[in-house]
Nanobody, 119 residues
Framework: QVQLEESGGGLVETGGSLRLSCAASGRFFRINDMDWYRRAPGKERELVASITNGGSTNYADSVKGRFTISRDNAKNTVYLQMNSLKPEDTAVYYC?????????????WGTGTLVTVSS
């Protein structure tokens, strides 16, 4: 059973920073892309940042220059460093990863971690 577990959410003031982590556990032999999504109250889920297993990254325009995604392949972990946080960053943040447990891969999701940015 593959699981993704996020950590690092919490309450922070505008302009502050948080670092989210997401670790994959269970039996698998490869992880391809790892992503962070978020869902703000009353809004659709959106892709925040993604990283390939080779380290190529992509960001939503709303977080470029403030957020940095990285991964440690040896630890099967992806991180999201969030700086200069704004109230509009308030959301539940979800980790997503495309994981192969055999010759077929599929998307796995974490349960989410809440980030609240106070104004």
């Amino acid at each position: 059973q593959v699981q993704l577990e996020e950590s690092g959410g919490g309450l922070v003031e505008t302009g502050g920073s948080l670092r989210l982590s997401c670790a994959a556990s269970g039996r698998f032999f490869r992880i391809n892309d790892m992503d962070w999504y978020r869902r703000a109250p009353g809004k659709e889920r959106e892709l925040v940042a993604s990283i390939t297993n080779g380290g190529s990254t992509n960001y939503a325009d709303s977080v470029k220059g403030r957020f940095t995604i990285s991964r440690d392949n040896a630890k099967n972990t992806v991180y999201l460093q969030m700086n200069s946080l704004k109230p509009e960053d308030t959301a539940v943040y979800y980790c997503n990863a495309y994981i192969f447990t055999d010759k077929y891969g599929r998307d796995y999701w974490g349960t989410g971690t809440l980030v609240t940015v106070s104004s």
